[in-house]
């Protein structure tokens, strides 16, 4: 049966027509919405909805589908203004309509099914509600006080975010969704504006809150700031005033609930999680949400069991929208970085700012303006970006895939034996531009476990050089790196899959480090390294650079990552030493300098080197994005060719922000604001992503490391997928029969989620 009486708390888009499904579903139910302002209040002007979410409410309720079809002004554009240069770029389809006549359609919809709609009544407890009601339906906002008051059932999280912004309004219809940057003497501001009616835009106007402070904008009231507002974009809005609907500056916060329903309370919308304007997702989510709860409670037998299922199903995808909204969210809050890029790149990098929109989807929606981008660029015709080559000392790259480092624990005696080079040859075999091996280690207590390769005896290296020997015979064009390191604190450890990071049960070894902190409880307590026992590490580095510049390898990595010896000396959570070596960041680089130093003064000087760092150690008190731009910039001082940036590791405490390309920031911002090429690496698994960060400008190489465990030939699949023949990749002689992908079956569309009878 499900719930029959039933509150809605807050009287936007996401409550109201929550209410509408769930009334339309059963018309027997009792359906009161509490809304503590006036009907036709509403803040914010227009509203944008995909066409994914238009196709879930025309399954749903064709009459309010249809209202919305009547209004809606739709268009196909985005135009990005950079430094007086229009671009734009077509195919993107979107759909738009003031929220106040929203609002209106839904009103009118819940009135026609009999909802009951108490204007300027501010709802009573969602507690005293929840003890009449079959179900309280929280769509209280983003300072929903639902929330608040239930604190500890859903565990919130809220954060505030760095720019300000005002939402307004411009009595014209512009022709696109339109970007556009101003280069102040306070800082950059940026317009986004798009229309929503045939003769009305939203603008709103965003920039850094110490950009906005230095601009006097916090001692402006509101006529004021709207006034001003409009003559620094007075271009974009051909000299046209703008307009407020009680507007304010205000920070756009991030909500996150651990858990979305308490009892027989539900959270909706921005109550339950929130996603940036910039990718336009407030009001879709909270019309999905409303979808979902209304199917879940139709589907399940009991409240509790609909509610559950609602939480399980919307999660994931709320998760999602969440990551795209703070990648354009921080785009936004950086987009100083970008300034200085060509017009046409800084437009591309602006469309796929949240990786929502990549590479490949430009092209389908706009092949003109996607070609002229990859032109630019460089690529030459048919050469997807990550097929151009780099250039690296006297080390040219075919193209921009790096297999990434990977411990394999599969070493005896720290020699490498038919497993590497079954695994690394499959790898050069399979296309990429440069074949990293795992961390090779200099002295056998510097390895992480018994298995882990080294390079301090010469029976290792000529193990190795069997490996290069066969990459650059059999597969002519790869080039292959070794990376060197030393294990610090986190070494004389099982095998990975014995378990991680545990330590031996037997066999240990004693281990060093900047400081005697132990990786994690249980772990093994290291010595501190005295100065005379850093000049022997040093030494033991540049004796393994010997031997590798011998074994043949191209390229030469200093792993400064990971909570390893020489990122032990970088992060001040593992660094604790008073001497010269602790301390400021200027101290603790000092030893890792020491031994690039040395490394450098040995590696031939034709072939490149490069640093793995971790960007931040995701941790309080840690290593984090300012100190990686320091850390990066000194290596780069003392010769390195590039940075490979990752994260994490360093303690075991650690709290990561895990999701798609989710390192890619850190050295993104490295990248654009020193000018050093960078290496990205973090759950980057499709060919479309490696296009579109590198055409964007964000990284010069790309390192993949899990995708070429599922498949070595990953960059060959990703040259046949893409149709592409040319010099960036080849295709061993034997395996050319297979150079064309296979046929593969129709995968039908999803059904609907919502379907009910007209």
Known sequence: MGPLRVAVIGGGPGGLYAAALLKRLDPRRDITVWERNAPDDTFGFGVVLSDETLGGIEHADPVVHAALQAEFVRWDDIDVVHRGTRHTSGGHGFAALGRRRLLEILHERCRQLGVNLRFRSPAPPAADLARDHDLVVAADGVRSATREAHADAFRPRVEEHRCRYIWLAADFAFDAFRF?????????????????????????????????????????????????????????????ALRSNNSAWTAFRTVVNEKWSHGNIVLVGDSAHTAHFSIGSGTKLAVEDALALAACLQEQPTTAEALAAYEAERRPVVASTQRAARASLEWFENIGLYLDQPARQFAFNLLTRSRRVTHGNLRLRDPRFT??????????????????????????????????????????????????LVHLGARALGGAGLVMTEMVCVSPEGRITPGCGGLYTTEQAAAWRRITEFAHTQAPGTAVGVQLGHSGRKGSTKLMWEGIDEPLAEGNWPLVAASPLPYKPGSQTPRELTRDELAVVRKQFTSAALRAADAGFDLLELHCAHGYLLSGFLSPLSNQRTDTYGGPLANRLRFPLEVFDAVRDVWPGDRPMTVRISATDWAEGGTDANDAVEIARAFTAH????????????????????????????????????????????????????????????????????????????????????????????????????????????????????????
């Not at 080559?389 to 990434?404: A, K, M």
Request: aromatic share 8%; with cysteine.
């Open 180 to 240: 556009e940057t101003a280069e102040t003497e306070h800082g950059v501001m940026q317009l986004h504006g798009y229309p929503y009616t045939g003769g009305d835009s939203t603008v709103i106007v965003e920039m850094r809150e110490e950009v906005w402070r230095a601009a006097g904008f916090d001692a402006l009231d509101a006529p004021e700031s709207v006034e001003r507002c409009a003559k620094i974009f007075t271009e974009a809005l051909g000299g046209r």
């Open 371 to 420: 070609e002229a981008v990859e032109r630019d660029f460089g690529c030459p015709p048919g050469t997807p970006p990550m097929f151009t080559p780099l250039t690296l000392r006297d080390l040219t790259l075919r193209n921009r895939v790096v297999v990434s480092p990977m411990d394999m624990y599969s070493a005896r005696a720290g020699v490498p034996g038919d497993f590497h």
């Open 639 to 758: 010769g390195a060719d590039a940075i490979d940036v990752s994260t994490g590791q360093v303690v075991a405490d650690e709290k990561p922000a895990y999701g798609r390309s989710y390192q890619v920031p850190f050295a993104d911002r490295i990248r654009n604001e020193t000018g050093i090429p960078v290496i990205s690496v973090g759950a980057i698994s499709s060919w479309d992503d490696v296009n579109s960060l590198i055409l964007a400008g964000r990284t010069d190489l790309c390192a993949l490391a899990r995708p070429h465990l599922y498949d070595p030939h990953w960059t060959l699949h990703a040259a046949a997928e893409q149709g592409y023949t040319g010099p960036g990749v080849a295709w061993p002689k034997p395996y050319e029969a297979g150079s064309r992908p296979p046929q593969t079956g129709r995968l039908d569309a999803p059904k609907p989620r919502l379907t009910l009878g007209g």
